[in-house]
């Protein structure tokens, strides 16, 4: 139901309705007028905020211009249950309703016909086509946004007026109502009319495909990140934003689904979103010479058929679940991996994917990532519980949160000395188990409670100048971003708007950039450096979490392998309880870590690797495990990546020249053939003697 005022204006409405029908067979004009903007004004609360309720009732035939008829019909009744079904406001209401609806059917079919007609057979980003085609303004947002509620809403005009003719026994006021109702609704579907013809829509399919095909022959893209997916997967794609940012080939971004376009991050690199697969495969890609792949999903078949272009399968991150080695990686002419622990997956799951094919390319996303220089001096450790979510089944593996959480909380908290907690959950965590969302509420009252207890110590002194500096700092950062994302950016336009005017303005995109790192330094300046605390939401991102943080706590998934890159202590908890050599045999990324059993007793070991850095019986296996699974800090994981890429282009290349040769070749000796009748021509020049004796 979301908030309580949101509970609280759905059990209104839902109340709204009977009392409008009791009120009419009374009948009382006064009840049913304070009923109808009870419901009047619930309702329209409810499509403001997006309420649950309101997208199921129209699952259930209680949708939006139901309830409105509802209404509409009701007021009908209470004028006949007042004697009134002879007086000619009666006929005039219900000639008035038949109108207005009648107005409904054209309304509807314009707003939907504009909208078609704007929906882009290819949206893009970073794109020039404002200069290839013209590509009009939309109608104003006031004519489409909310636009069925809004033209429903205009019978207000003529109840009110019903309404008030039944009290005062007057029918012209109610016939002003009835015609302010018909002319505005007539004047809005009127007001529609010139963006369906004419130069207010956008060219057609076959145009918009030209000009793109014009623009990918003018930029010439190398290098593709393709990516398919829903909504909720957008993270797998915005990992690899900075990294085709930095290529050192050309790189373009082909999405195929538009919820993805929708939800991806800024970036400087052209993209290109292709919802069919015709469209896609009728494409002209001519230049490129490498795919990358992160994800393996169905679509990628129409990219994967080109066979001009090398493929390869880059992933979304990396650890030990079976996503890791998908027997469908062996479609990609090469699988880029981590470091060796990828490499050795594939050879131990023996699913078809040959360790030739192989290639170690390090992770170019942890760069911001800083190694562990020891905890500074004057200030308490920081130790990051950073649980992931319960996953889509009971597997007590899944997460640590139902079984351990607590007592880890418990036992940090308590610990003497003492260390600062921050607990960061996953995003999902108790999306689909009531046992995980109790559990992550019982944990964020722990921390908030000893962060509480802990802020009422004497002996943790506060620089409340320094802090309220940084919180001032803070919101002038926010106010800054929130100008420039006002003055940029999709929001309030429709995709043929933002597929026109959606190439980034780089200097902003920069600024940006540095405000958000300016933010997350204010961040941590304006909270005690003692103080727990539970970060949830965008902000301050994961890997910012890190950098503050001296050890961390979490469970298996590719956060571990992530954090392995700062080099600091780490533990892991087996809350399936396997035994501890059963789960380092099973999970590569915690063969350094310090186990975890679900009472959480283990977690001295971690503290005191954190306290005494010297006497880290784990700090050499975590500095070959890193290795291991994340490569070579040297050279840099981005020089790897860009060397990848331009081999990988130049074995396209050579197979591509290859070809040609082949086919020139072919065609070469078939002239030959027709131009000199009764001989055939080998490959090697040679001819053989067809009735030359």
């Not at 390869?312 to 060796?340: C, M, Q």
């Not at 600062?420 to 009252?445: C, D, M, N, W």
């Not at 943080?549 to 890159?565: E, L, N, Q, T």
Request: proline fraction near 5%.
């Amino acid at each position: 139901m979301g908030s309580a005022a949101e509970l609280a204006a759905a059990v209104l409405m839902m109340l709204g309705f009977p009392c409008l029908m009791l009120a009419a067979l009374v009948p009382s004009v006064p009840a049913f007028a304070a009923a109808a903007a009870v419901t009047y004004l619930a309702d329209h609360y409810l499509h403001r905020k997006g309420s649950y309720l309101i997208n199921r009732l129209s699952k259930v035939r209680a949708g939006l211009s139901i309830r409105f008829l509802i209404r509409q019909l009701l007021l009908v009744l209470l004028l006949a249950r007042l004697s009134l079904a002879d007086n000619l406001i009666y006929y005039g209401a219900i000639a008035c309703f038949i109108a207005f609806y009648g107005l409904q059917a054209p309304h509807g079919a314009l707003v939907q016909l504009i909208r078609n007609r704007r929906r882009m057979p290819v949206a893009t980003r970073n794109v020039d086509l404002k200069s290839r085609i013209r590509i009009p303004d939309a109608p104003p947002r006031r004519l489409l946004h909310r636009s069925a509620e809004k033209m429903l809403h205009l019978d207000l005009f003529a109840v009110g007026g019903i309404l008030l003719a039944a009290q005062v026994r007057s029918a012209l006021v109610g016939f002003v109502g009835i015609g302010i109702t018909v002319a505005v609704a007539s004047l809005y579907v009127v007001a529609l009319v010139p963006y369906v013809r004419g130069r207010k829509i956008p060219p057609n399919a076959e145009k918009v495909l030209a000009a793109v095909d014009d623009w990918l022959g003018e930029y010439k893209p190398e290098t593709v990140l393709y990516f398919s997916g829903s909504k909720d997967s957008a993270y797998q794609v915005n990992m690899w934003l900075d990294t085709m940012e930095n290529l050192d080939s050309k790189p373009l971004i082909i999405l195929r689904e538009r919820a993805i376009l929708n939800n991806l991050a800024p970036t400087t690199v052209p993209v290109i979103c292709v919802p069919g697969g015709v469209h896609l495969m009728n494409m002209d890609l001519s230049t490129v010479r490498v795919a990358l792949y992160a994800a393996n999903v169905g679509k990628n078949i129409h990219m994967l058929r080109v066979p001009t272009i090398k493929h390869v399968f880059i992933g979304h991150g990396d650890s030990d679940k079976l996503a890791s080695v998908n027997p469908f990686s062996k479609v990609y002419d090469e699988v880029w991996t981590a470091g060796r622990a990828g490499r050795d997956r594939y050879a131990i799951a023996d699913v078809g994917v040959r360790d030739d094919d192989i290639v170690e390319v390090g992770r170019p996303q942890l760069a911001p990532i800083q190694s562990w220089q020891g905890v500074p001096e004057g200030r308490i450790p920081t130790v990051l519980y950073a649980p992931t979510w319960e996953g889509w089944d009971d597997n007590p593996g899944n997460t640590s949160i139902l079984l351990a959480g607590e007592n880890i909380v418990k036992k940090l908290v308590a610990a003497d000395p003492p260390v600062r907690v921050l607990y960061k959950p996953h995003p999902f965590t108790g999306t689909r188990s009531k046992e995980a969302k109790a559990a992550h509420q019982r944990i964020t009252a722990l921390v908030r409670k000893a962060a509480a207890e802990r802020a009422a110590d004497s002996r943790f002194v506060t620089d409340s100048a320094a802090q309220a500096q940084a919180k001032t700092e803070l919101a002038r950062i926010e106010a800054r971003i929130a100008q420039l994302a006002g003055t940029g950016g999709d929001k309030g336009r429709d995709e043929a708007e933002a597929t026109r005017d959606g190439q980034v303005d780089v200097a902003r995109h920069e600024e940006v950039a540095r405000l958000r790192a300016e933010w997350n330094a204010a961040y941590w300046r304006s909270i005690p450096t003692w103080e727990h605390r539970v970060i949830t939401g965008a902000e301050p991102r994961l890997y910012d979490c890190f950098n503050v943080s001296d050890a961390m706590v979490s469970d298996i998934s590719s956060v571990v392998s992530d954090f392995i890159a700062s080099g600091k202590p780490y533990a892991v908890t087996d809350s399936a309880e396997v035994g501890v050599e059963e789960f380092k045999r099973n999970n590569t990324a915690v063969r350094a870590a310090v186990i975890l059993s679900n009472s959480a007793d283990e977690l001295g070991e971690l503290l005191s690797a954190v306290r005494d850095p010297a006497a880290d019986p784990l700090a050499e296996d975590r500095k070959e495990l890193k290795q291991y699974l994340l490569g070579p800090d040297e050279p840099a994981s981005i020089d790897q990546f860009n060397t990848a890429v331009a081999n990988l282009a130049l074995k396209s290349e050579t197979r591509n020249v290859g070809q040609e040769s082949r086919i020139a070749a072919a065609t070469a000796e078939a002239e030959l053939a027709n131009a000199v009748p009764g001989q055939r021509v080998s490959s090697a020049g040679d001819t053989d003697g067809v009735g030359t004796g």
